[in-house]
């Protein structure tokens, strides 16, 4: 495409990371990831957040801390998206106490949850039979 003097855009980037990750081949994932850090344009939160749901899916969940940490040391600012798509990667992979201290601090952060993020993550403690260590502490003595 470069070659042609055609330049990506950010759906563009999008689409081609998402289908790296449908495939998963992380590797060329986050050489997209990459080759927008230097080249431009900025990526978005929907970059990082395909990134993160893909890691999560490989139960990578380490890797999808990182990615999630990194998205705001390179200027962005966790939205609800992003926040949710590191929710549920917790509720994935059996982390139910962290997905409900991030969801709280999604809250703390003035990201006023939609009813889709409530259920989001109930449905995702729920399906995985996740037993929280402290209930009844933030939202849900609310």
């Known amino acids: ?18 289908e ?5 081949d ?3 994932a986050f050489g ?14 929907a970059i990082y957040a395909c990134i993160i749901a893909c890691l999560s899916k ?8 990182t990615v999630f940490h990194m998205m705001h040391r390179d200027g962005l600012d966790h939205d ?6 590191m929710i549920k990667a917790y509720t994935r992979n059996g982390r139910g106490d962290k997905a409900l201290n991030l969801f709280e ?6 990201i ?8 989001a993550l109930l449905s995702g403690l729920v399906k995985r039979k996740i037993r929280l260590k402290n209930v009844g502490r933030g939202f849900c003595s609310k």
């Open 1 to 18: 495409m470069q070659n042609e003097g055609i330049v990506p855009n950010l759906e563009t980037y999008l689409i081609m990371v998402n």
């Open 20 to 24: 790296y990750c449908k495939q998963e």
């Open 26 to 28: 992380l590797a060329s």
């Open 32 to 45: 997209i990831l990459d080759q927008m850090k230097e080249m431009g344009p900025k990526p978005n939160v």
């Open 58 to 65: 490989q139960r990578r969940i380490s890797e999808a801390e």
């Open 80 to 85: 609800e998206v992003a926040y949710m798509t």
């Open 105 to 110: 601090k999604m809250i703390e952060n003035a």
């Open 112 to 119: 006023q949850p939609s009813s889709y993020s409530y259920t």
